[in-house]
């Protein structure tokens, strides 16, 4: 159950019904894909929601993890060492557990159940996140979603943010119906602003469709969209496209979005949980190796050698988790 919620959606401003020229336009879909299950830092287990999509069908957006959901047993709760990133933001989104987070520029805190951590990289950081020490004694669950915003080549060299957003300031709204609970964390739903702060103008949200419950949202025409399910069953779009669990859904062209829970079967009426996502695209060439993201190779290569050279930031003295080096960057992507 995602902590951030309400015992009556009904008294939540509402989502209007769509106008007649909304409806014209719903968003078809454009592909349904499954995500692959991976490891990711000392070995947590990541669903890689956007594997085998095209990054101009995710663009402004360049990668995506599912983490768990995982009820972990004492001692197994693991995070990710110190390790370096530039040129984009990493947005952690915390639906259930506890993460810390410490970083080279002085960010840093405790994020938990409906939590997130908007962290701009810009020109350089290096960060850390890890469970605390009682978590990772006691075992618990954990779950929460890490999304890579790339940024303009105009602002890869920005100094270095970050944003703790707490769960009790995410824009709470409900559906025309009062069947689904919308969390506005970032961009403008009906009317209605999310707290984060994006150099990338984009929208996300976190929706809980009740069983039987459908969700038509007006969504912006110069906005990409996506749509990744957290856990349930249920369709996407104008004519019903099944999805489940760990699957994302691309939209084509249109005005508006729509999303619908299965009514459930006997003792399965678990409804759908679901994360939106649309943003402007950049359309600037996108070169990725490991932890940075840029618009050349030769910027990458120049990130390396910043990063080995110690100028991306240095481990504090009072580091959150004991430092044992920093990971080291991971297989070259990229797209041009």
Same mark, same amino acid.
């Given at each position: 159950?995602?902590?951030?919620?309400?015992?009556?959606?009904? @008294?939540?401003?509402?989502?209007?019904?769509?106008?007649? @020229?909304?409806?014209?336009?719903?968003?078809?879909?454009?592909?349904?894909?499954?995500?692959?299950?991976?490891?990711?830092?000392?070995?947590?287990?990541?669903?890689?929601?956007?594997?085998?999509?095209?990054?101009?069908?995710?663009?402004?957006?360049?990668?995506?993890?599912?983490?768990?959901?995982?009820?972990?047993?004492?001692?197994?709760?693991?995070?990710?060492?110190?390790?370096?990133?530039?040129?984009?933001?990493?947005?952690?989104? +915390?639906?259930?557990?506890?993460?810390?987070?410490?970083?080279?520029?002085?960010?840093?805190?405790?994020?938990?159940?409906?939590?997130?951590?908007?962290?701009?990289?810009?020109?350089? +950081?290096?960060?850390?996140?890890?469970?605390?020490?009682?978590?990772?004694?006691?075992?618990?669950?954990?779950?929460?979603?890490?999304?890579?915003?790339?940024?303009?080549?105009?602002?890869?060299?920005?100094?270095?943010?970050?944003?703790? +957003?707490?769960?009790?300031?995410?824009?709470?709204?409900?559906?025309?119906?009062?069947?689904?609970?919308?969390?506005?964390?970032?961009?403008?739903?009906?009317?209605?602003?999310?707290?984060?702060?994006?150099?990338?103008?984009?929208?996300?949200?976190?929706?809980?469709?009740?069983?039987?419950?459908?969700?038509?949202?007006?969504?912006?025409?110069?906005?990409?969209?996506?749509?990744?399910?957290?856990?349930?069953?249920?369709?996407?779009?104008?004519?019903?496209?099944?999805?489940?669990?760990?699957?994302?859904?691309?939209?084509?062209?249109?005005?508006?979005?729509?999303?619908?829970?299965?009514?459930?079967?006997?003792?399965?009426?678990?409804?759908?949980?679901?994360?939106?996502?649309?943003?402007?695209? +950049?359309?600037?060439?996108?070169?990725?190796?490991?932890?940075?993201?840029?618009?050349?190779?030769?910027?990458?290569?120049?990130?390396?050698?910043?990063?080995?050279?110690?100028?991306?930031?240095?481990?504090?003295?009072?580091?959150?988790?004991?430092?044992?080096?920093?990971?080291?960057?991971?297989?070259?992507?990229?797209?041009?």
């Amino acid at each position: 159950m995602p902590a951030v919620t309400v015992d009556n959606p009904l @008294t939540l401003p509402r989502v209007p019904p769509l106008s007649d @020229t909304e409806t014209a336009a719903q968003r078809p879909v454009r592909s349904v894909t499954t995500a692959p299950s991976g490891l990711e830092g000392e070995g947590f287990p990541v669903r890689r929601a956007f594997a085998g999509v095209d990054l101009r069908d995710l663009d402004p957006f360049v990668h995506m993890d599912q983490m768990g959901e995982v009820d972990y047993a004492p001692g197994e709760a693991k995070g990710t060492p110190w390790h370096p990133h530039r040129g984009f933001e990493t947005v952690t989104y +915390i639906i259930d557990g506890i993460f810390e987070h410490q970083d080279s520029n002085g960010g840093g805190g405790r994020i938990t159940d409906g939590d997130t951590q908007w962290m701009t990289a810009g020109a350089g +950081i290096l960060h850390i996140e890890a469970p605390p020490e009682h978590l990772v004694a006691s075992g618990g669950l954990f779950h929460g979603i890490q999304l890579w915003v790339n940024l303009p080549m105009a602002n890869k060299w920005n100094p270095p943010r970050y944003q703790d +957003i707490r769960g009790g300031q995410e824009k709470l709204l409900t559906s025309d119906d009062g069947g689904a609970l919308v969390r506005v964390i970032a961009g403008n739903v009906a009317g209605h602003d999310g707290p984060g702060a994006t150099f990338t103008p984009m929208t996300m949200v976190h929706a809980t469709l009740s069983p039987g419950a459908r969700l038509r949202m007006p969504w912006r025409t110069d906005f990409n969209a996506l749509a990744y399910v957290l856990a349930g069953e249920g369709s996407v779009g104008p004519r019903g496209r099944p999805v489940r669990s760990g699957q994302l859904a691309v939209f084509g062209e249109g005005g508006s979005l729509t999303v619908a829970a299965d009514a459930g079967r006997a003792g399965r009426a678990h409804g759908l949980e679901v994360l939106l996502l649309g943003g402007e695209p +950049i359309r600037e060439p996108v070169v990725q190796y490991g932890p940075f993201v840029m618009n050349t190779r030769a910027e990458i290569a120049q990130a390396m050698d910043d990063y080995r050279a110690g100028r991306l930031g240095s481990v504090p003295a009072t580091s959150a988790v004991p430092h044992d080096g920093a990971s080291a960057p991971g297989d070259a992507r990229s797209a041009e």
